[in-house]
């Protein structure tokens, strides 16, 4: 199991510490697989793309229309988090809907 996200987060912590047998993968040290990206973005679509952090927040309008996937490329802090991929699944987000998915609730 690997868990995309950012050594940082706390919300990735939370993950991490619930799913002992995962590995992070720390998108801003390690980058993601574009392959990786390209299926997750099929799965949840603009959901991917958190337009609610600091990042977004710093970019301009020119920025913002651009593709999401090169964006969360350049900037990996805008991909929301944590993106869990089990048994051949992804997961978006810390959820009670996440964490019942993955057999913890």
């Known amino acids: 199991m690997l868990i995309y996200g950012l050594k940082n987060c706390d919300t990735c912590r939370k993950a991490l510490k ?6 992070l993968v720390d998108v801003r040290a390690d980058g993601i697989d574009p392959a990786v990206l390209g299926r997750a973005w099929a799965r949840f679509g603009g ?9 977004w927040r710093g970019l301009d ?3 913002r229309a651009r593709a999401p ?3 969360i490329a350049e900037h990996p802090a ?3 988090r944590p993106l869990i991929e089990a048994g051949g699944e992804f997961y978006l987000g810390w959820t009670p ?5 993955l057999g913890l609730d």
């Open 18 to 23: 619930s799913l002992p047998d995962a590995r």
């Open 47 to 55: 959901d991917l793309l958190n337009t609610r952090s600091t990042t």
């Open 61 to 63: 309008e020119a920025d």
């Open 69 to 71: 996937l090169d964006l």
């Open 78 to 80: 805008l991909m929301k």
């Open 97 to 101: 809907g996440t964490r019942q998915a």
